[in-house]
RNA sequence: GCCCCCAUCGUCUAGUGGCCUAGGAUAUCAGGUUCUCAUCCUGGAGACAGGGGUUCGACUCCCCUUGGGGGUACCA
């Protein structure tokens, strides 16, 4: 085991945390944790352009969420702070100067779309874009000067071009480069800021970074990188570089946050009759906005599609952490199966709680090629984690479930919802214990009637008859005990002889308006004697006129 | 276009030249349990991308082809 390990995560604040960045930070934090070293949060915001004021807090509660504790952040101070890269910018500039006058970096002065015209014409050579390096470095005069000009003033590293650089990578060995397909990158911005190549180098250095484990998407800038890190710290050793595979989406490609409104969009399509007016209202966006997104020019922000999908009753696939949370999923399941995809222990362990995790993972036995999320699996391992988890926390995630759905449920205490756990046995998801009991919390004459079960339950066939009489029997009954319902239950079906959903069915309908419920015995003790009466009533009294 | 990475059941994977008649999980199929939804039990089917080498012997090593993925920004 490596001595003194130090790890970072280290985002881009530019939404939730998704999937893909949740794995990094996971395998990041656990051979920290592993190795008894360190794990650093680092707030990568230095693009003005794209960061979002709250996004560096959502990642940071998305991380809480999944139990990912980091040592060194924003929040939690350090020793190398500041955490958040702009407000490092002194530290840059000092280096950036130094590279300046050992004339290992230069200035830079043309536009945008002179740039553009040099990569067009590259390609139609057929052969890679590469900055031509001047054969003098222009000076500070000069930069000035072009400044003052109102051109745009960048800072380029000059990469060694004596010999390919070769990069060492604990997952896939020796990847060579040759020193020609690395052009001179921009290490500063024309608004001062340096860009991700330089900042992520200068920080891993100082802050100690023993290694780096990312995606592979980060695998060609690592030469780069590294050639930097030798100019700019030629005594220091290198890190170690891990570049883990990626994790692609069922539909092809990186899983992306694009799917969401994706999938909304293609649901809209889709829909046979839609109001327009009133999903636009739904979502809080204008109608023209609505029109916009539909024709696929511009994408509402997350909430706002959330909002769209819900209206619509359809389902998105999940990609943030929050969405998986929102779908009943635990933190124990989703860091068990993050953690499975791309690295296995070497024996046949799939189900494993964290502490597990943390005395097994090793960087050795990261796997090399992609993985395909797969959302079946993971429904799997919800399962497995919901029976194994203690009665304590699991009580404790179906409660801050509940409180962000927003469900009826909110109003149970701990001990109902403690009895409610223990009958949903076999739950697949927090959302799944939520269906099977939402009925309880409603109100007697606020039940939706689901048009299929109604049909298919009391409509065809005698199913409102048989309701009829269970409600007799049941307001015979002095006190509802589960054994007197399913005593009553089950005479009626054997005196009828049809089995016993000829008669529960209808009943559940009564009080559900769905087909799905808890046990019918448990269903009608909890809801009481009074409102599942009153239930029945409703029911006849609405359904007897359309036989 | 150019550069880089990858390749075992549908999917996640075990496999480091003979332990492979290729193991596990999940999905799927058949049957069973069951008042709904789930759970659960039993059984089945299912993979080394193709072609060349190397070797006494290749899933394992090398090369080519094909396929997939990533990158190609004053984004990170």
């Known amino acids: 085991m490596p001595e ?40 990568e915001d230095t693009d003005q352009k794209r960061n979002t004021p709250t996004a560096a807090q959502q990642v940071m509660d998305d991380l809480k969420w999944l139990g ?25 500039d000092k280096y950036i100067e130094k590279l300046l006058d050992e004339k290992k970096a230069y200035y830079c002065f043309e ?30 005069e000069a930069a000035e000067k072009a400044r003052a000009e109102g051109r745009p003033v960048t800072v380029r590293f000059a990469v060694p071009q004596e010999k390919p650089i070769v990069v060492q990578d604990v997952v896939r060995g020796e990847v060579t480069f040759a020193a ?54 030629p005594d220091a050793p290198l890190p170690k570089y891990a570049h883990m595979s990626v994790t692609v989406s069922d539909t092809g490609g990186k899983l992306s946050k694009r799917e969401r409104p994706k999938a909304l969009r293609k649901a809209i399509k889709a829909a046979q009759q839609i109001d327009l007016e009133a999903l636009a209202a739904a979502g809080d966006i204008s109608s ?31 990609i943030n952490i929050v969405d998986f949370f929102k779908s009943g999923y635990l933190p124990e ?45 993971l429904i799997a391992f919800n399962t497995e984690h919901i029976r194994m988890v203690s009665a304590e926390k699991l009580l404790g995630h179906l409660k801050s479930y509940l409180n962000t759905v927003e469900s009826p449920m909110v109003s149970a205490d701990d001990e109902l919802l403690s009895t409610i756990i223990k009958l949903c046995e076999g739950a697949r998801t927090l959302a799944q214990i939520e269906q099977k009991s939402e009925f309880l919390f409603v109100d007697n004459d606020k039940i939706k009637y689901d ?12 199913g409102l008859a048989v309701l009829g009489i269970v409600r007799e029997k049941l307001a015979a009954m002095d006190e509802l005990t589960e054994q007197g319902i399913e005593d009553m239950l089950r005479g009626l079906a054997e005196e009828k002889q049809v089995g016993l959903g000829k008669v529960a069915q209808p009943l559940r309908v009564a009080i559900c308006g769905t087909t799905i419920s808890l046990q019918i015995f448990d269903s009608v003790r909890l809801l009481g004697k009074e409102n599942t009466l009153a239930r029945i009533d409703n029911t006849l009294k609405k359904f007897q006129t359309q036989i």
């Open 68 to 92: 990912i504790q980091w040592d060194e952040g924003p929040d939690a101070g350090g020793p190398n702070g500041p955490y958040l890269q702009s407000q490092r910018k002194d530290i840059y």
């Open 180 to 233: 020609d397909e690395i052009s001179d990158f921009i290490i500063r911005k024309s608004d001062g800021f340096p860009t991700y190549n330089f900042a992520c180098v200068v920080d891993d250095h100082l802050m100690k970074v023993t290694h780096i484990i990312r995606g592979q998407e980060h695998l060609n800038n690592t030469p780069g990188q590294q050639a930097l890190w030798q100019a700019l710290f």
């Open 4 to 43: 003194n390990v130090v790890t970072r995560f280290a985002p881009s604040p530019t939404g939730y945390l998704h999937v893909g960045g949740a794995r990094t930070a996971l395998f990041n934090w656990l051979w920290a944790r592993r190795a008894g070293g360190t794990f650093i949060l680092r707030i």
């Open 111 to 140: 536009t945008t779309e002179e740039l553009d015209a040099f990569r067009k014409e590259a390609e139609a050579q057929k052969k890679s874009f590469s900055y031509s390096r001047p054969k003098d470095f222009p000076d500070s």
């Open 451 to 462: 048009d299929k079960a109604v049909k298919k339950v009391l409509l065809k066939g005698d």
């Open 288 to 318: 023209e906005q609505l029109d916009s997104f539909i024709r696929g020019k511009t994408t509402p922000d997350m909430p706002n599609i959330d909002a769209m999908a819900k209206h619509l009753g359809v389902a998105l696939p999940e």
């Open 333 to 377: 399941t989703m860091v068990n199966f993050l953690a499975l995809l791309g690295w296995n222990p070497g024996d046949n362990r799939e189900i494993m709680q964290v502490d597990e995790l943390i005395g097994t993972f090793d960087l050795s036995r990261l796997t090399k090629s992609n993985s395909l999320f797969d959302r079946q699996k």
